[in-house]
C-alpha cells in the first residue's frame, strides 16, 4: 500500500510526496516494494514532477536502505513537536 500528493515547494519544485509506503513483512524481499516505487516514479514524471520526496523514521534502518537501493539519497532531517489541543475553553491534553 502506498500514498502520495503531488505538492510544489521552494526546495523542490513541483514532487510528488510519498505518504505512506508499506509492504507487509511476509511479502518484502519478493520485489514488490521495487515495484510499488517504480510505480510512483511513473506517476511522478507523468505528472511533470521534477523530485519525489519520503520521510522515514531515523530509527528505520532497514526502509532507509530501500530508499538508497532506490536511488534516493538524505537530503535533510524532518523535525517535529506535537501540540496539545486547544479547545475554545482552554489548553488540554
Known amino acids: 500500500m502506498s500514498g502520495y500528493w503531488i505538492e510544489h515547494r521552494l526546495c523542490y519544485g513541483r514532487f510528488l510526496y510519498v505518504d505512506h509506503f508499506i509492504v507487509s513483512g511476509a511479502e518484502r524481499s519478493k520485489g514488490i516494494g521495487q515495484c510499488m516505487w ?28 530501500f530508499w538508497m537501493n532506490q536511488g ?22
Do not use: Y
Open 38 to 65: 517504480q510505480a510512483l516514479e511513473q506517476i511522478a514524471h507523468e505528472r511533470g514532477c521534477e523530485h519525489i520526496a519520503l520521510d522515514t523514521f531515523v530509527t528505520n534502518s532497514l526502509a532507509q536502505r
Open 72 to 93: 534516493c539519497s538524505i537530503v535533510g532531517l524532518h523535525f517535529g513537536k506535537p501540540l496539545a489541543c486547544r479547545p475554545a475553553n482552554g489548553w488540554m491534553k
